[in-house]
């Protein structure tokens, strides 16, 4: 799967260039480049559009061979911030996430970059990562944020939690720290066996 994410990342970096967006790779393929160990059968990246349309980025990735899977993408689009998209040469699954601003600024900032072969590839920092992870809020998420931790023992979990604080507040919530700590706890007592 990491040739065809490369080739996938390659094509949806040409659109947004073109268009003159900014992406990344998040969910699954950016916790697999993190070292966790999970199957998907899909890519998801976050587009921040910019002073681009969503018409102007469609037709770019149409351009470099992605394109919609649903009929009335526009109505779609419009109620899900979602393009959901096929990409032709490797048949792969491919959801555009449309980003808002406020919290996606901040992971854009914190980009970087890993190559799989000679494709850099964009993801978010481990800390925003697991902050994306606990946010959804899924059980498979949860799991992901325990292999997540697991896997970088380096990882800031100060920063995480000053991270989730604010989206509990902004979110008016309270469950946002107790499920990383959770998930935290989960990862020191797996470690703990590795040992």
Request: net charge negative.
């Amino acid at each position: 799967m990491l040739d065809e994410l490369a080739e996938i990342a390659r094509a949806v970096g040409s659109a947004c260039d073109a268009a003159g967006a900014r992406w990344f790779v998040f969910g699954a393929q950016a916790a697999i480049l993190r070292g966790v160990v999970r199957r998907t059968e899909d890519v998801d990246f976050t587009v921040d559009l910019g002073d681009a349309t969503t018409r102007e980025l469609i037709d770019a990735l149409a351009r470099e061979g992605l394109h919609l899977r649903v009929v009335d993408a526009e109505e779609f689009i419009a109620a899900t911030r979602v393009l959901p998209l096929r990409h032709r040469a490797s048949a792969v699954p491919v959801d555009v996430v449309l980003a808002g601003s406020g919290l996606e600024d901040g992971f854009f900032e914190r980009l970087e970059t890993v190559l799989v072969g000679a494709t850099p590839i964009q993801i978010p920092s481990l800390e925003d990562l697991v902050v994306m992870k606990t946010l959804a809020g899924r059980p498979l998420d949860d799991e992901d944020v325990v292999a997540l931790l697991v896997a970088n023992p380096a990882h800031d979990a100060e920063a995480i939690r000053r991270m989730l604080e604010e989206l509990q507040r902004a979110l008016d919530t309270n469950d946002l720290v107790p499920r990383f700590d959770a998930s935290a706890a989960r990862a020191r007592r797996a470690a703990r066996r590795r040992r």
